[in-house]
Nanobody
Framework: QVQLAESGGGLVQAGGSLRLSCAASGRSFSRSVMGWFRQAPGKERDWVAAISWSGDMTSYADSVKGRFTISRDNAKNTVYLQMISLKPEDTAVYSC???????????????????WGQGTQVTVSS
């Protein structure tokens, strides 16, 4: 069982930066692929980024590649999403998610993630 809690969202001007954090509880965090997703009003939830157990492998959606960086600190049971050069179209509720323990595939599919946080709002003004 993993419980997730996001923080770090807020209102920022276009071109600005934010760093989201996702604190996890549960002993299986270090063996769980972690992902960030986002959902804008009236739209489906989209995958943003994912990271392997050790953090040595990452993957990004084309829309955020070069601007967002996912990382993790297994000693702190926390995964991060550093966002720079933010655009109004990045406005959404951002959620972190965890795959089941011992699964190594870095998935983009929401159906592959077992545990979800409540989400944190990111609003980018133009």
């Amino acid at each position: 069982q993993v419980q997730l809690a996001e923080s770090g969202g807020g209102l920022v001007q276009a071109g600005g930066s934010l760093r989201l954090s996702c604190a996890a509880s549960g002993r299986s965090f270090s063996r769980s692929v972690m992902g960030w997703f986002r959902q804008a009003p009236g739209k489906e939830r989209d995958w943003v980024a994912a990271i392997s157990w050790s953090g040595d492998m990452t993957s990004y959606a084309d829309s955020v590649k070069g601007r967002f960086t996912i990382s993790r600190d297994n000693a702190k049971n926390t995964v991060y999403l550093q966002m720079i050069s933010l655009k109004p179209e990045d406005t959404a509720v951002y959620s972190c998610a965890a795959r089941g323990s011992d699964l190594q595939y870095i998935s983009r599919d929401t159906r592959h993630y077992l545990y979800w946080g409540q989400g944190t709002q990111v609003t980018v003004s133009s």
